[in-house]
């Protein structure tokens, strides 16, 4: 069934469902200004309560990277120099104090967190402290999405289908997260010949001067990496078409990783990442080079993950986008 080209007929109506579909997983208005409310109102709350540390709050994550939709969490990053914050449960008691609903500290974490609800604004909120690693590669990947206009529509569809198909939850599903998600969606635009996306790390002519004396790791300058992909004139649905039978046909998974940084795929001996556990999808993190990113997912959670490639695949080759994006039910 896999038949490796989509007809004329089925890639308009691909294409055109997709449009109708990424109209409606846009954010509204409404819910961003309610995000935004909710930042300054957590900013406030710590400096009254801790002047003089210049605490700021960010959003990374999907709130910061331009692929969320209105159910998405808002993802917070606390900076501050007053390092005794990072510990965290200062601020669960905090907020817990002040109505926030399903506070939960997770201080044992590598990166420790606050779970909040803010039952006003009805929002739900995950906060780290001094994480900056993570508000960079948010950075990262906001460039990306901006670089052809085919990104955003494509990695929101395919988010889509992650979470009703039950493929995104590295935490407690054994899956994989949105982030491994993205960078896998990324590097499959990197391989497209011609490329819709470069490998920004491998750019590094194109980085803006900054205030701050940090300096960019990766290419930034969007007014000369825009237009980037216009050699490649595929529409959406052959895209959409094309990552299913990327990675549920084509791709090497004994022998490859997918590297974002490089832009290609590596070998995983030369990373020495053929030995161990749950290294059947390897997904190299672009700024720490040594994580897998991918190793959330055991043997048998692979198999489940590449049949549902597998799945989509034939779906949306029969231009099915619908059923694609079925809910996926648990057997009884
Ligand atoms: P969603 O809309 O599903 O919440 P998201 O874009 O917020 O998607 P998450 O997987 O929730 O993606 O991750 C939030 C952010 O946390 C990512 O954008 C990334 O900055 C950071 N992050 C997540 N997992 C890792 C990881 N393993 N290593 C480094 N950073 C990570
Ligand atoms: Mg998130």
Redesign the pocket.
Known sequence: SSSSKLSEDEERKLSTDMRELYDRLLPTADVENKKEKLVRKLEKLFNDEWPGHDIQVHM???TG?L??TDT??V?VCITTDWRKLEAVCKIADLLARNGMKEVICVSTAKVPIVKILDPELNIACDMNVNNT??LE??RM?KTYVQIDPRVRPLAMII?HWTRRRIV?DAAFGGTL???TW?CMIINFLQSRSPPVLPALHQRPHLKLPRKDERESEFADDLDALRGFGDKNKETLGELLFGFFKFYGHDFDYDNLVVSVRSGKQISKVEKKWHLGNNNMLCVE?PFNTT?N?GNTADETSFRGLHMELRRAFDLVSAAKLDECCEQYEFPK
């Open positions: 990374f994550g999907s990277n692929l969320c998405s969490d993802d690693l993570a590669n948010t990947i988010k995104n997260s949105s982030y993205i993190e994580r990113l």
